[in-house]
């Protein structure tokens, strides 16, 4: 099923900033979405870190299958730019 994209950046300063991206797509048969915030510093011109959450949902529901799922975790990261 593809799945529909949104997504917001707040710039709070020129170091920081928080970013939502959704992804999400509904069905009768089942639905799926894909949620991620996350705070973005700059700590140097060419070093981003970032720290955040993320978590998936989604299932099917049919004359076969019934399965649904649900997981959250934390997301972290270095963005290094050449």
């Keep these: 099923m593809p799945l529909l994209y949104g997504g917001v950046r707040w710039q709070m300063t020129d170091a920081l900033a928080l970013d939502l991206d959704v992804d999400a ?5 089942g639905r799926a979405e894909d949620v991620a915030l996350r705070l973005e510093a700059k700590v ?3 070093v981003d ?3 955040g959450a993320r978590t998936l949902e989604g ?3 049919n004359d076969e299958v019934y399965s649904f799922a649900w997981f959250t975790y934390a997301v972290g ?3 290094i730019r050449f």
């Design 25 to 29: 797509a509904a069905a009768s048969q």
């Design 77 to 79: 990261g270095v963005a």
């Design 49 to 51: 870190l970032f720290v």
């Design 59 to 61: 299932g099917a529901d």
């Design 44 to 46: 140097s011109p060419k």
